[in-house]
């Protein structure tokens, strides 16, 4: 790319609204700075979506750019026992029923993101008959009636399974970012145990970190 001050000055716009664009550019994975060299429009083939973990977002939410073909492909849905672990998470009886959603997203025919969602049986049977398109969380407040309050999310590197590496088109040598989110409503339930895998070789995370407060520091730390 042109330096900022000519891209500026072709435009009529203030150098530093430039460099912020390229900023967002860089952000969703369409243009490649590199320190004292320059700005590079990425391969079209290379797209890096960024994740917010900041907020409770969508993948549509993660490819916020015009001309990217985001497509969903439920791989399955069904009912079944919750085991003791999952049970516990969203504040059950082990064996209790669950709706367990497979999905597949994909961006411009690129798998991306392979999710498994649960729900508790009783609140979201519903979810066994419904089409779904576009963002779940959507349909889960417009048809539902949810109450998604906030979530926690944790994530970790790991190498995939045979088969989750299989659907998302990948070696199981190629590292995955597995982010497990659990939604709460306002009185503090939990509705909804979401495990993704992220392919770590396509994706970016980013947390926007608060100030820092020299108080709360512990003694001793920088």
């Known amino acids: 790319l042109p330096p900022e001050i000519t891209l500026a000055q072709e435009a009529g716009l203030n150098r530093n609204t430039v460099r912020q664009a390229i900023a967002l550019l860089v952000r969703k994975g369409l ?3 590199q320190k004292g060299v320059g700005s590079f429009v990425r391969r079209g ?3 890096y979506p960024v994740h917010d973990l900041g907020r409770m977002t969508s993948f549509v939410d993660d ?3 015009a001309g990217i073909e985001v497509e969903d492909v439920v791989l399955s849905r069904r009912q079944e026992p919750a085991d003791q672990a999952l049970a516990d998470q969203l504040g059950l009886q082990a064996g209790s029923a669950v709706v367990r959603i497979e999905r597949l997203r994909l961006a411009n025919q690129t798998p991306f993101v ?3 969602e649960y ?3 009783d609140q979201f049977h519903g979810l066994l008959e419904t089409e779904i398109r576009g963002p779940l969380y ?3 407040v417009d048809q539902f009636g949810a109450d998604l309050h906030h979530s926690v999310q944790t994530l970790r590197a790991v190498r995939p399974p045979r088969a989750v590496a299989e659907k998302l088109g990948i070696r199981t040598s190629v590292s995955c970012i597995f982010l497990e989110s659990l939604a709460y409503t306002s009185a503090g339930r939990c509705i909804e145990v979401l495990r993704s895998y992220y392919r770590g070789d396509r994706y970016l995370f980013r947390v926007e970190a608060g100030q820092y ?3 709360m520091a512990s ?3 920088s």
């Open 138 to 140: 959507r349909l889960l």
């Open 219 to 221: 003694a001793g730390a």
């Open 31 to 33: 243009v490649e700075k």
């Open 114 to 116: 392979l999710e498994q």
């Open 213 to 215: 407060r020299r108080e």
């Open 63 to 65: 490819f916020d750019v």
């Open 119 to 121: 729900f508790p049986y």
């Open 45 to 47: 083939d290379a797209l």
